[in-house]
Every structure is written in C-alpha cells, then in structure tokens.
C-alpha cells in the first residue's frame, strides 16, 4: 500500500470535529482537503484513481443521492440504505430493510438495488 492510499484511506477513519457519525460520506475534493493535510503533495489525479481504485476492491462505497455528486462511504461491512437531508444535503446510514424484487420486463436481469430516503435531518427540521 502506498503512502498516498494510506492517507486517503485513512481520512475517513478521521472524521472531522463536526461529525458525530463515523460513517461519513465525502466527495473527492473533500478527501482531497483532507489529504494534503497529511500529505501536501498528493495530486487531484492521485485521490480520484485511488478512489476507483479502492471502491473497485470494495473498501469503499460510491454513493450517487442525485445531486450530481458522487460520495464515498467506508461503511462496506453492514447493509445499509441511506436517508438524505433535503435542506443541508446531509447523508445519514440506516440499516436497510428487505424490499421485494419487482417483476421485470422480459429479458431483465436486477444486479443491485439501493433505497434513498429523503427529508430533513433533526437539525433543520
């Protein structure tokens, strides 16, 4: 693992002091803010391949809520859906309850489905 890797992977284990969850969902140029702190060499380039790189080995999740944004979620290990603030875009984790598959049209195959709810968080409602 290179030093860039471990630094990009470590900002999420290093929430912010205004984060209270420790499944925090960053975009790329969030990560790449936090990086330079540890490392103020690394490239634009560098976080966004090693992004790909690790959401392609599975270490990282890439969210898409649609806002044109993708996010990063290192929560990997449980199954989860996602609850988002329609005020201050606030992306929250919450356990996924089981939905049932809709019948297709012919020929179409499901790989993956994944439930956003929408609303606003507790501190802007």
Known sequence: MTAQRRVIFGVFDAPAADESDTHIHLTADEVLDRATTALPEISRATVYNTLNELVDAGELLAV??????????????SRHDH?????????????AIPVQIPETAAGFTIASAEVIYRGRCADCA
């Open 83 to 95: 609850l988002v603030c329609s005020s201050c875009g606030a992306i929250f984790d919450v356990p």
């Open 64 to 77: 898409n809520v649609g806002d044109r944004v993708t996010r990063y979620d290192p929560n990997v290990h």
